[in-house]
């Protein structure tokens, strides 16, 4: 399997960096729009992510537990250091670019995290 370039590496720690201060943004204003009852997405966030797919299932993080979301972002940033970054928990396979590009903070492979979501995973 190969392992994720330096430089795929590096765009992808960028990115988790920007999620973690986007984050700290987010939850401040999240409880803002939720006093107000007010979930609509600016269209400047759009612009800054570049994509409705990633901010879509960002916000969805983000609102079942965005401290679930933080922690899991940290937990990338250590697989980074540590070079097990863009393996799967599960079945240690290699997940692919594009779901890391949408989920920089995914620890499971795609048919990893249906069988944590359907409680198919074992506890190994
Ligand atoms: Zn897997």
Redesign the pocket.
């Known amino acids: 399997m190969p392992k994720p370039s330096k430089a795929a590496l590096k765009k992808h720690r960028e990115h988790l960096l920007a999620l973690l201060q986007h984050l700290g943004v987010k939850i401040e204003r999240m409880e803002d729009s939720v006093l107000r009852s007010d979930g609509e997405t600016s269209a400047d966030e759009v612009d800054e992510f570049g994509s409705d797919t990633y901010l879509q299932e960002f916000q969805v993080g983000l609102i079942e537990n965005e401290d679930e979301i933080r922690r899991q972002v940290f937990e990338a940033l250590e697989r980074i250091e540590t070079g097990t970054y863009g393996r799967?928990?599960?079945?240690?396979?290699e997940?692919p670019t594009r779901r890391l590009e949408a989920l920089p903070y995914a620890r499971?492979?795609?048919?990893?995290?249906q069988?944590a979501e359907n409680g198919e995973l074992g506890d190994d």
């Not at 499971?108 to 995290?113: A, D, H, L, M, T």
């Open positions: 799967c928990e599960a079945c240690r396979g997940i499971y492979c795609v048919s990893c995290q069988k």
